[in-house]
């Protein structure tokens, strides 16, 4: 039992609102029949358990002024909670990590514009807008708390008043922001497959464009994507990545499993990235 105790002192153990919560939900997907869906269930649920514990651990340690340590928005402040998804995992700077190279090359391109479509609380249109500063950030979420969150996070890094955040994209907002210029990044959850559309949205083929494919609930979207815009675009298909160096040096003291979990993005299967650049 190698692992057993190992992160005493590291972790505090609490029988906090959370802790009670998700042991309710255990009892309710164990109390059934055996299964292999209720064991997964449970295994997701203590997973996130487990995440939120180290993120507030991780939160705590640093006096709650979190600050990026590693990645392309290394020094960008992030004390607030994720709208969706693994908040860890940004926060040290290891989220989405097969894109690193992409972002950079996004930054070293320097372009006048950038849409984040489902921008979520800000990670990407924030940590642009400080590596940018000549670029116009259009920030755009259906979600209004991720709205509010963004418009947070952007104060705190002094980079609110070059952020413009709205809601629905839709294909009057790509016709008039659209230039040669610009750059589209996109994660709408399955909402790329009626969006990124160059019949529908001519506009689409003026600009590079870094969108997320949904490929988990909509299988052959990715392919489907790329044909759209195979005669318009270079395109790069990027799987997913993980970055074991970004980890603190505090989780050394922790077991594999732990470690692990502080690098999970909660994905459910497969999401691939297209990076595509305008031909010429």
Not at 12 to 23: N, Q, V, W
Not at 147 to 173: M, P, S, T, W, Y
Request: aromatic share 6%; net charge neutral.
């Amino acid at each position: 039992m190698a692992d057993q105790g190992a992160d005493q002192g590291v972790i505090p153990d609490a029988a906090s609102a959370l802790t009670k919560a998700i042991t309710n939900r255990l009892r309710q997907h164990l109390e059934g029949p055996p299964s292999q869906a209720a064991l997964s269930a449970a295994l997701r649920d203590l997973a996130k358990w487990r995440a939120a514990l180290l993120d507030a651990t991780h939160c705590a340690r640093s006096g709650g002024a979190v600050q990026i340590a590693y990645g392309p928005f290394a020094g960008m402040s992030y004390a607030g909670a994720a709208t969706e998804g693994a908040a860890l995992a940004r926060r040290i700077g290891a989220y989405e990590a097969s894109l690193h190279q992409i972002i950079e090359r996004i930054i070293a391109r320097d372009y006048a514009r950038i849409i984040d479509i489902g921008c979520a609380e800000g990670y990407y249109a924030v940590g642009l807008a400080r590596r940018m500063p000549r670029a116009e950030i259009l920030a755009r979420d259906t979600n209004p708390q991720s709205q509010k969150r963004c418009a947070e996070l952007a104060h705190v890094n002094g980079v609110a008043a070059r952020i413009k955040i709205g809601g629905e994209v839709d294909g009057a907002f790509l016709h008039r922001h659209i230039t040669p210029d610009t750059v589209l990044i996109c994660d709408i959850e399955g909402g790329e497959r009626t969006l990124l559309d160059p019949i529908q949205h001519p506009k689409l083929r003026d600009c590079d464009i870094l969108v997320e494919v949904h490929e988990c609930w909509h299988r052959g979207l990715t392919a489907e994507i790329t044909q759209r815009f195979t005669t318009t675009h270079h395109i790069t298909r990027i799987e997913r990545g993980l970055a074991p160096e970004a980890l603190p040096d505090w989780m050394a003291q922790l077991g594999d499993l732990d470690r692990a979990i502080a690098l999970w993005e909660w994905r459910v299967g497969p999401t691939p990235w297209l990076w595509m650049t305008r031909h010429g």
